[in-house]
T-cell receptor
Framework: EPEVTQTPSHQVTQMGQEVILRCVPISNHLYFYWYRQILGQKVEFLVSFYNNEISEKSEIFDDQFSVERPDGSNFTLKIRSTKLEDSAMYFC?????????????FGNGTRLTVT | AQSVTQLDSQVPVFEEAPVELRCNYSSSVSVYLFWYVQYPNQGLQLLLKYLSGSTLVKGINGFEAEFNKSQTSFHLRKPSVHISDTAEYFCAVSASGGGADGLTFGKGTHLIIQP
């Protein structure tokens, strides 16, 4: 079964550094998402992306964050200047429809640790 | 806006015993309901979903859930659990009218199966 893949599985960075989290969505999917889960807290929506544009973003997704689909397969999340509170598990997801009944397919996540 | 409450952060159960994981939601609009499971070091995997029709929905691995509109609940059940069911379980909702912000998740319930 096709799956969403994320790299790296674990990223450690120093405060103030830029990080790029990478995702390869399922090949025929057109809608892409990033979620994050701070340890012990809820999985939170960050951003959705379609047709090379952000469709929706949450309050968390401030100017420090950006997303890009640099080629036909990758979908990236960039954090420009990391803060300690950015430490979390970041999940990429994709779906083949924007309809809210279409299940999202999630990757295994990237654990980001900011020191 | 929607919200999801999973009252139990952790549920210990003996192997082969039944289990119920509770989920309540609030929303000003009609919603679709989902349960996702996260096995250790893996991504989120869809267990089951309620879109419409029969309020009892069956998912993978012997799990089922019942939608109760009057109680705004969507509890997950399994009649006999196995060691391999040890995982984090997340209840989630999305607005049935659509919306690009995907899913709103609960905090998750850690199901611990004891031999």
């Amino acid at each position: 079964e096709p799956e969403v893949t994320q790299t790296p599985s674990h990223q450690v960075t120093q405060m103030g550094q830029e990080v790029i989290l990478r995702c390869v969505p399922i090949s025929n999917h057109l809608y892409f998402y990033w979620y994050r889960q701070i340890l012990g807290q809820k999985v939170e929506f960050l951003v959705s992306f379609y047709n090379n544009e952000i469709s929706e973003k949450s309050e968390i997704f401030d100017d420090q964050f950006s997303v890009e689909r640099p080629d036909g397969s990758n979908f990236t999340l960039k954090i420009r200047s990391t803060k300690l509170e950015d430490s979390a598990m970041y999940f990429c997801a994709s779906s083949n429809s924007p309809n809210s009944y279409s299940p999202l397919h999630f990757g295994n996540g990237t654990r980001l640790t900011v020191t | 806006a929607q919200s999801v409450t999973q009252l139990d952060s952790q549920v210990p159960v003996f192997e082969e015993a039944p289990v119920e994981l509770r989920c309540n939601y609030s929303s000003s609009v009609s919603v679709y309901l989902f349960w996702y499971v996260q096995y250790p070091n893996q991504g989120l995997q869809l267990l089951l979903k309620y879109l419409s029709g029969s309020t009892l929905v069956k998912g993978i691995n012997g799990f089922e859930a019942e939608f109760n509109k009057s109680q705004t609940s969507f509890h997950l059940r399994k009649p006999s659990v196995h060691i391999s069911d040890t995982a984090e379980y997340f209840c989630a909702v999305s607005a049935s009218g659509g919306g690009a912000d995907g899913l709103t998740f609960g905090k998750g319930t850690h199901l611990i199966i004891q031999p």
